[in-house]
């Protein structure tokens, strides 16, 4: 689509105005001359009026071709006062191309034809004084009105077409802030499996070699592998249908934090000047590990977004639920009151963490309340 030479399509109610003005456009032209020809030369009104509704049809292909319309019902105009309303609309849609190699020449055209008819016309014969400036006017007005059309056409496609871009452009930073994500939560689950599967290894190894070993340290050792065994496919469970991208997605990473230490990185979020309000007695260390992740980078990111947008306000934080009903975990913060320079408006960090709960099972909400409070949601299963 190329913004100059978009044409929109146009409605019901965009033919039919443009329809009756080309109407009372012919009928102010014909009028009185009409009914000269009707009572004196009644061949002349129906020949007129036959290449008045020839120049009418034309019309319909004055998109498809509009330099060959606009030049066909002008051409007209110089026998037919009836076609001087098509002539008219012909000559404003070949303007909203705004070429000037086109509406100069064209322009001349319908000149010509306007002196011309009215030459012809048995009624009001006006001097050229007068009848060039009224042509020039009505050339000047249509050719004006048309190329405006075109303008604001254009200028509309080219919003069109950056909003376009900009949603593309935007579905593109979501898409990749959610392989950034997969591919974080995958290198977890790489550190997490390697440390079960490496348990497992060393016990299946102590019952292949270990020939002392009673019957009360097998079944011990066979439970750890047991215990070991669930847990591996438990975190394996939360990581499939994730692609890794990069030969590094597999490179080891420090230990990963459990919800045991969501209090050291409030304590760390009050060292900088946020005040944080924890309610409730919720006890984090009875958090699974597998689920432990997630909630604290649910607050981890919570913090962040708080801190960038409102750092000046309390941010709450709660804990509920538990083994039967899951784990809810709220923040809140009071909305900033007066200005302030924006932060960045990227919104990628909730749409991963968005994403990192949903691939846990659990799910984010976010929302401003009427009272002006930022409430993040977040939703996770227990581990069975």
Known sequence: MHPVTYQPELGLWGRTWRVLLVLALSGLAWGAVAAWQWDHQRWWFWSDLGVGLVSLALLRWRRAHPVGVAVVTN?????????GGPATWALAS??????????????????????????????????????????????AVTVGWGMYIGSRRELLATLRERAVTAETEQAARVAQARTAERARIAREMHDVLAHRISLVTMHAGALVYREDLSAADMRSTAGIIQDNAHEAMIELREVLGILRDGPGDADPELPQPAASDVPELIDEARSTGMRIEEVGGFDLAAVPESLGRTVYRVVQEALTNARKHAPDTRVTITFSGGPSEGLRVVVRNP?????????PQSGLGLVGLAERTALAGGSLTHRTTTDRQFVLTAWLPWPA
């Open 94 to 139: 070949m303007a909203t191309r705004r070429r000037w190699r086109e509406i100069v020449p064209l322009g001349a055209l319908g000149f010509a034809a306007g002196l011309s008819i009215e030459a012809l016309n048995p009624v009001d014969d006006q001097p050229l004084a007068i009848m060039i400036p009224l042509v020039v006017l009505v050339i």
């Open 335 to 343: 909305l900033p009151f007066g200005p302030r320079s924006p932060a």
């Open 75 to 83: 051409v007209l105009g110089f026998v037919s006062f009836s076609a």
